[in-house]
């Protein structure tokens, strides 16, 4: 079976890097210590190669099958949502009362990378059930709690997130779809919604829709949205199902991800659906945030995941396929000596460790996200809590885009590695290809999620949130200048946290004169240029981890794992983050091509 994820790396960025210890130290976490982590991981590792890894090609070449109403999938989804919930997989982090595990999130997002790593269309269903029950347990009624919960943890029930309608797109202010009150306390729901990931499927006995909608005479925009849960059958009294009017119109055929069905639906197309109201009205897209956010991660972890196995298979590929020689010293090739595996060509190097780099380096920020995410729960005081969670909002968007874009090139260059043989069916490359595009798509795309960065997160608490990003950084900066081989790395990771500065200078100029479209104009660039920083920053903390190993003996996973990190870093450093600079400079300069400017009456298409 080939590789597809070193689980020796995550353990390291659990317990070297990101110090999981830390975390377990609080008191949610005290039945667990460093061992049983690693034993959960390794179980994860089995539970992958078994039920998902095996199936991945099988399942993109079936897909899902939309007949009479109904969306059949692979009967391997059936097998594992059984098995996954109960092995308290869907809902691990949950209270121990509420029938969880008390999991630290570090803990099952090296578990998610793990299975999504064997087979991106599998993890979804498991992902969306146990982020929509998250939903109700943070805001829904007991009532509600006790009626789905349980099931969608225990794997039997599916949820999913219902927000997009075809005339609103990403713009939530303009969804239609309606919710009138009856007398029972329940309301009327009529509407349709689009790319519902899971949205329906012949494994669970009921699927859960956690659905916006908007109540009659509600505020305009997104502040008359509320939340509801829409059933695909209402349960009667006696526990019976019966039709809950929520139609399966079609399903979309993609280009990828085609064993994680996707559903257009249509609700009370009989005038027969209804939902219950999710806490108060009109506050909906404010809780589906929560939702939402759990969900843009989860896509940066799916992002991450597939290039690792792409960058695993063509890593094996090129340890194996002979072509060429080396050049001698002469610069000629003599074809009397045996051909060289291509591993051994600088360029082929070149693409498989820059592939390293990347999915290493998002394996790392979404470690970090996941360790900011326990500590704004469970920490001890207010205070910190407070803090993480601004950290855990300013990191997200990072968190989903750069995994999703630098993903796909990490992607690409393993198709490269393979030659002709990455665009045939007989190597997974073309699959992860196809695969890894949707990421970049999934809950807001990268454009809105630069918006988001430039336009809000740099901005929370006038900046402040920022800062203690920045604080973060030096911090790991000055633990890495400790080491004389590390010093010239952190002196110009400190450079490159000056750019950001100087670049949000520039452009604060024009927010200040309320030119917001200006401001927001090259956003996308922004975001490039902050990852390649924030993912230098995640290397910095990996080289500074690997290098106090190999200075005190500690080298767990043999010394040659640990000097590859520091290779790596170095060669983040030359080949990746070297890219800030032409971002900055083309974030400096004052000239402006992309906005729409009638005065000047130029058509840039014609």
Same mark, same amino acid.
Not at 146 to 174: N, R
Not at 490 to 510: E, S, T
């Given at each position: ?53 095996? #199936? ?6 079936? =897909?899902?099958? #939309? ?50 790593? $064997?087979? %991106? ?16 347990? $943070? *805001? ?44 029972? =306390? ?24 956690? +659905? ?15 939340? *509801? ?63 939402? %956010?759990? $969900? ?69 920020? &979404?470690?970090? $996200? ?20 601004? &950290? ?9 885009? #750069? ?34 595009? !949707? ?5 807001? +795309? ?79 660039? *922004? ?67 992309? !906005? ?11």
């Amino acid at each position: 079976m080939s590789e597809y994820v070193s689980v020796n790396h995550l353990k390291f960025l659990l317990r070297e890097v990101h110090s999981i210890d830390k975390v377990l130290e609080l008191n949610r976490f005290s039945d667990y210590d460093s061992d049983s982590i690693d034993m959960f991981i390794d179980a994860t590792k089995e539970f992958a190669d078994q039920d998902f890894y095996p #199936y991945l090609t099988e399942m993109d070449r079936r =897909g899902g099958k #939309y007949e009479d109403g109904t969306i059949s999938v692979h009967p391997q989804v059936c097998k594992v949502l059984k098995l996954a919930g109960e092995n308290g997989y869907i809902c691990s982090h949950f209270d121990y009362d509420k029938g969880g595990a008390q999991m630290p999130r570090m803990a099952s997002a090296a578990a998610g990378f793990i299975t999504s790593a $064997a087979n %991106n269309s599998m993890g979804g269903y498991m992902a969306l059930t146990g982020g929509s029950a998250e939903l109700i347990d $943070a *805001f829904g009624s007991k009532g509600l709690w006790d009626t789905y919960v349980p099931k969608m943890m225990l794997g039997q029930w599916a949820g999913t997130m219902a927000l997009t309608e075809p005339q609103a797109g990403s713009s939530l202010s303009d969804i239609t779809t309606s919710a009138h009150e009856l007398e029972d =306390g329940s309301y009327k729901i009529s509407g349709q919604k689009i790319f519902i990931s899971g949205g329906d499927q012949d494994c669970s006995e009921n699927i859960i829709h956690l +659905t916006l909608a908007r109540i009659e005479g509600a505020p305009a925009g997104t502040k008359g949205i509320s939340l *509801f849960v829409v059933p695909k059958f209402r349960i009667k009294e006696d526990g019976t199902f019966e039709d809950n009017d929520v139609t399966t119109a079609g399903e979309f055929d993609k280009m990828g991800q085609r064993g994680y069905v996707t559903a257009h639906l249509v609700f009370g197309e009989k005038e027969n659906c209804k939902g219950w109201l999710v806490g108060e009205p009109n506050r909906g897209l404010k809780y589906m945030f929560l939702m939402m %956010n759990g $969900a843009r991660l989860e896509v940066g972890l799916t992002g991450a995941a597939i290039a690792s196995a792409a960058y695993h298979a063509s890593l094996q590929y090129a340890r194996e396929r002979p072509q060429g020689r080396r050049l001698n010293r002469s610069g000629e090739k003599n074809p009397s000596v045996e051909q060289t595996l291509i591993i051994n060509h600088p360029d082929v190097r070149r693409m498989l460790i820059r592939q390293k780099s990347i999915v290493e380096g998002c394996a790392s920020l &979404l470690i970090r $996200a996941s360790k900011y995410l326990d500590l704004s729960h469970y920490s001890e005081s207010e205070a910190d809590r407070e803090y993480y969670h601004d &950290l855990v909002e300013l990191l997200t968007p990072i968190a989903k885009t #750069y995994p999703s874009e630098a993903g796909q090139d990490a992607v690409s260059d393993g198709m490269q590695v393979l030659g002709g043989y990455g665009f045939t069916t007989d190597f997974p490359l073309e699959q992860y290809y196809r695969d890894i595009r !949707i990421t970049a798509l999934y809950e807001g +795309t990268t454009g809105i999620q630069s918006l988001d960065l430039l336009g809000r997160k740099v901005l929370l608490k006038n900046g402040a949130v920022m800062q203690a990003l920045n604080k973060e950084i030096l911090a790991s900066i000055e633990r890495a200048s400790t080491y004389e081989a590390l010093a010239p790395y952190a002196k110009i990771l400190k450079q490159k946290l000056q750019d950001i500065q100087k670049v949000l200078m520039h452009l604060g100029q024009y927010a200040m004169k309320g030119n917001f479209e200006r401001y927001l104009a090259d956003a996308t660039l *922004f975001m490039e240029m902050t990852s390649l920083i924030i993912i230098g920053w995640e290397w910095l903390d990996m080289a500074t981890a690997s290098k106090q190993a190999l200075e005190t003996g500690q080298t767990t996973y043999g010394t040659a794992f640990y000097e590859a990190q520091i290779h790596t870093m170095q060669f983040f450093y030359k080949y990746e983050l070297s890219k800030v600079l032409y971002l900055r400079e083309t974030l400096l300069d004052d000239e402006v091509l992309t !906005i729409l400017d009638d005065a000047k009456e130029v058509d840039a298409f014609a």
